[in-house]
């Protein structure tokens, strides 16, 4: 058994209204400058719906992530090593920037500078990349709310799936239709395709806390990652000629920060925390024969970090004692395996990916209440569960390489939740065969609705701070003055950004220190508002 450690997160899509904070406040940390403008590490998509890029989860046009060859084991997708040889200068399966869609700003300066006139000006869509007008047909979120769903709905290739097994079970009347938003970020797998694909090894996956990262030195802009990754979630920057992807945020991690997107989240919906794992069975996993088991066979790669057998072996791998405790603490961990309620999104591609989802319960709630019933009632909850097929199938789909069974058990521990806390809440005796139905026991039914409904920011998000002393470290030791850009031979300073960031370059300029950050941090997330000499002690 080989004991290693991975920052992971769970996302509850009952929760997301849509409201696309993730995306733009990822967007302006990380994909602001140029040949980024079509790239999106964090992205919310309505579904049903193509997604982003478009139809990115057909893999029989895009050849991402792993298959089981003849003999049982696991070859990319893309194609071996002299296939990949052979397209190297090359790549035919990559997605055009139609597939994504072509950036554009509007003509701002001719709403100004027009002349007096009886007509109106306008300010006319401009391409980023070209500078001349354009026509708008594509963005990362045409489909938001369903907007494009009577024109493009056909061509979601999950519906395109159903509709081959049940003839016109889809429909998209308004009327007919349902929707849930389903954000997305960087995978970050614990088998991943885009790492196997890479030539020059620029593509790895830390070992310290399994964030898979692009080394910008070693890309050399082959491209073969971004048809390898089943997600599409690695871009080009056609200005650098180099790959670039979500990095978790991982200065922040390092700090025991969460991500940006998680920070800003509206909606609370995400969660972040330490997930051990056994590194030995991650390719037997993968290998799984029958797709619609890789579920559970991800399930057991995973351990129990209350376990001492595990703890003794985490310990000699060399995992930090903090990690461990955060193991043992970890919200992903108890919706993932403990509840069992989190799951991976398209398992089938066989990367193992290690950002999980609570499928949400809200269509067949409104669904419910639509027909005159209590939407609430668990007798209720639990017919509709398993008759409002298209939501079902549909999310199974998704996350379940179409095996019903593991979503609708997700769905019945969540409706479960939901009568036994009404019940509580209004001050009746909950049932106890409610739980017993699914498994669950009172304690647990209340353990889980405070996960979800009730749990603060330190319990949503518990990242090991063992990285701190070495933060510290190269924080002490960037000493102004020493820098190599902070003096030209004349010997004269200059007032530009050094290498650690802006600012740390200059001498005259304290260096800020990692108590003010974790103090500010603290004071940013307090539930009360700091007293004015908290304030200035900490200036």
């Known amino acids: 058994m080989k004991v290693m450690a991975q920052v992971a997160m769970v996302m509850n899509l009952d929760k997301c209204i849509g409201c696309h904070t993730c995306s733009v406040t990822c967007k302006e940390a990380w994909t602001n400058r140029e040949g980024m403008e079509y790239v999106w590490f964090n992205n919310v998509e309505t579904r049903p719906g193509q997604g982003y890029p478009r139809r990115y989860e057909d893999q029989g046009k895009w050849r991402g992530g792993w298959e089981l060859n003849r003999r049982g084991k696991l070859d990319l997708r893309s194609g071996g090593r002299f296939r990949r040889l052979a397209s190297l200068f090359s790549n035919p399966v990559l997605p055009g920037i139609k597939d994504y869609y072509e950036p554009w700003t509007y003509d701002y300066k001719n709403l100004t500078d027009a002349p007096l006139g009886d007509d109106y000006p306008v300010a006319e869509p401009r391409s980023l990349l070209t500078g001349k007008p354009m026509k708008i047909e594509w963005s990362s979120n045409w489909d938001d709310d369903l907007g494009g769903a009577p024109e493009a709905g056909h061509l979601d290739p999950m519906v395109q799936r159903m509709r081959e097994q049940a003839s016109e079970k889809v429909t998209f009347a308004f009327e007919q239709s349902f929707m849930f938003y389903l954000p997305r970020i960087c995978e970050h797998c614990l088998n991943p395709s885009c790492v196997a694909s890479c030539p020059s090894g620029a593509m790895y996956k830390r070992s310290e806390d399994g964030i898979v990262l692009v080394d910008q030195d070693h890309c050399r802009g082959w491209r073969q990652c971004v048809t390898a990754c089943p997600y599409k979630k690695v871009y080009f920057n056609h200005r650098s000629g180099k790959a670039e992807k979500c990095t978790l945020c991982y200065p922040r991690i390092e700090v025991g920060l969460p991500t ?263 004071r940013q997330t307090s539930d009360r508002e700091p007293a004015v000499s908290e304030v200035k002690e900490q200036r």
């Not at 003794?312 to 004692?321: F, K, W």
């Not at 479960?416 to 647990?444: K, W």
């Not at 330190?458 to 924080?475: F, K, N, Q, S």
Request: one cysteine or more.
């Open 260 to 522: 940006v997107c998680s920070e800003t989240c509206v909606g609370r919906l995400r969660y972040l925390g330490v997930l051990l794992y056994d590194a030995d069975k991650v390719a037997e996993a993968a290998a799984t024969p029958n797709e619609q088991d890789l579920y559970e066979a991800q399930l057991r790669v995973f351990l129990d970090p209350s376990d001492p057998g595990v703890v003794r072996a985490a310990e000699a791998a060399g995992v930090p004692h903090d990690w461990l405790e955060a193991a043992r603490r970890s919200p992903v961990f108890s919706l993932v395996k403990r509840h069992r309620i989190a799951l991976p999104l398209h398992p089938e591609y066989r990367t193992l990916p290690m950002v999980w989802y609570i499928p949400p319960l809200s269509p067949v709630v409104d669904a419910l209440s639509e027909t005159g019933h209590d939407g609430e009632d668990v007798g209720n909850l639990f017919g509709a569960i398993d008759t409002l097929r298209i939501p079902l199938d549909y999310l199974a789909g998704l996350f379940t390489a179409g095996d019903a069974g593991p979503v609708r058990a997700t769905l019945e521990k969540l409706a479960a939740m939901r009568s036994h806390m009404r019940a509580v809440n209004l001050g009746d005796i909950p049932d106890p065969g409610i739980g017993a139905r699914v498994g669950m026991d009172p304690a647990g039914i209340e353990d889980l609705y405070r996960l979800l409904a009730l749990a603060k920011y330190e319990e949503r998000y518990v990242i090991p701070t063992a990285a701190a002393g070495d933060a510290r470290r190269l924080e002490e030791s960037a000493v102004p003055g020493e820098c190599s850009l902070d003096h030209l031979d004349t010997g004269e300073q200059h007032s530009g950004d050094g290498p650690f960031g802006q600012d740390s370059g200059r001498r005259e300029l304290p260096l800020v220190t990692l108590e003010n950050f974790h103090l500010r941090t603290r």
